[in-house]
């Protein structure tokens, strides 16, 4: 039982590249989120799930897009990377309904040049 | 809009002296308040999940208390392994399952 796989650990792109954040979980959970944590702040939520084919924008959604076509995979796209995008980024999932704790990965270290 | 904030930013003990860390929180019909640990260069790991005033959660040299606005995390005896940052987060009734984070207590103990 791996829980949530984040991939990949560590990414450098360029400022205008676009790339794709893996994250896939084998808790057959149907909420997936993804966060962005920034130096000394706590996490920010991005884009969340809360079953295939449903997503909804959170708090900072802004230059991110995802899709969720199957339970297990919930992938965060950078449609054009811009400085202000580097970051550590957490993928999480938890059961369904409200008082759910969430389960995370060890998260993307991304940095944009 | 829902709302936490933790203190202290930092908090340095030595190890065997006992403190606590504070999470006090705004929001529309709790739903459930998380503690959480997160250590360096890794993700959150789940703690505790408190539903209403009163409750109280244990856990080795930890335990979570809940009141209608705040809630503490005492630590007694800490042990230098118990360094890390504490998250907490809030689930309100309007927020479709979201959960809101504070910005963390970043824990040092010292042999």
């Known amino acids: 039982n791996a829980g949530v796989t984040q991939t990949p650990k560590f990414q450098v792109l360029k400022t205008g590249q676009s790339m794709t954040l893996q994250c896939a979980q084998d808790m057959n959970h149907e909420y997936m989120s993804w966060y962005r944590q920034d130096p000394g702040m706590g996490l920010r939520l991005i884009h969340y799930s809360v079953g295939a084919g449903i997503t909804d924008q959170g708090e900072v959604p802004n230059g991110y897009n995802v899709s969720r076509s199957t339970t297990e995979d919930f992938p965060l796209r950078l449609l054009s990377a811009a400085p202000s995008q580097t970051s550590v980024y957490f993928c999480a999932s938890g059961k369904q309904g409200s008082g759910q704790p969430q389960h995370f990965g060890d998260g993307t270290r991304l940095s944009i040049l | 809009e829902d709302q936490v904030t933790q203190s202290p930013e930092a908090l340095r003990l030595q190890e065997g002296e006992s403190s606590s860390l504070n999470c006090s929180y705004t929001v529309s019909g709790l739903r459930g308040l998380f503690w959480y640990r997160q250590d360096p260069g890794k993700g959150p790991e789940f703690l505790f999940t408190l539903y209403s005033a009163g409750e109280e959660k244990e856990k080795e040299r930890l335990k979570a208390t809940l009141t209608k606005k705040e809630s503490f995390l005492h630590i007694t005896a800490p042990k230098p392994e118990d360094s890390a940052t504490y998250l907490c987060?809030?689930?309100?009734?309007?927020?479709?399952?979201?959960?809101?984070f504070g910005d963390g207590t970043t824990l040092t103990v010292k042999p």
């Open positions: 987060a809030v689930q309100g009734a309007t927020n479709a399952g979201k959960s809101t």
